[in-house]
């Protein structure tokens, strides 16, 4: 498999000018390593008018493929067939590709890690929207960003609350019976377990 993109036409928000920018359909980041690193830092997904120099985002459907994970940016369920040995995830905005991008490749679980917003939300007593930034320090400490009062803070989570939230998943079947397929795993997913 190899990425693939091609060029589509655009409307500038801001002037109305038209223009074609490239849009990757398939993004093999095994094949083509330099990618991964821009789907990480969101440049992939951003283009720029060249009359005005407005930037916006392109939320277009999308295929990531990486060793061991599938991820599809899709407004829609899709059914897909032959993903043994690959974990494979849905996603409904560029923002939470990013996030699953970061997680895999930190070497992390998606699955104990939204538990593990669930856990860090109910400590802090507020109704946030976490997003996996990083893996920091020697200890490993979880770095999650939210946004509030217009601002992104940053909050540090002790691995020890990722390492109990594997646990779990571990010790319910249900949970890993749940994971067959193309799946979206996030906020709503982990709340239905832990109701």
């Not at 990425?3 to 409307?11: I, P």
């Not at 277009?60 to 990486?66: E, G, K, S």
């Not at 060793?67 to 059914?79: E, K, T």
């Not at 593990?116 to 960003?145: N, S, W």
Request: aromatic share 8%; hydrophobic share 35%.
């Amino acid at each position: 498999m190899s990425s693939v993109s091609s060029s589509r036409q655009f409307t500038c928000g801001r002037c109305g000018s038209t223009y074609t920018a490239g849009v990757y359909q398939m993004i093999d980041a095994q094949a083509d390593p330099s990618l991964k690193e821009k789907v990480k830092d969101g440049s992939l997904f951003v283009r720029e008018c060249p009359s005005c120099g407005h930037r916006e985002l392109i939320n277009a459907p999308v295929i990531y493929r990486d060793s061991q994970v599938l991820i599809c940016l899709s407004d829609r369920g899709l059914s897909v067939e032959g993903l043994e040995g690959v974990q494979g995830r849905l996603v409904g905005d560029v923002g939470s590709l990013i996030e699953k991008v970061k997680v895999f490749d930190a070497s992390l679980d998606d699955v104990p890690l939204e538990f593990c917003k669930f856990v860090t939300r109910q400590e802090l007593g507020k109704d946030v929207d976490l997003k996996f930034l990083r893996l920091e320090g020697a200890d490993h400490d979880i770095i999650f960003t939210y946004p509030e009062n217009g601002a992104m803070q940053l909050l540090s989570v002790g691995f020890n609350v990722y390492e109990d939230c594997c646990a779990i998943v571990r010790r319910n079947p249900g949970i890993t019976d749940s994971l067959e397929g193309l799946v979206k795993i996030d906020r709503e997913w982990a709340e239905h377990f832990l109701r």
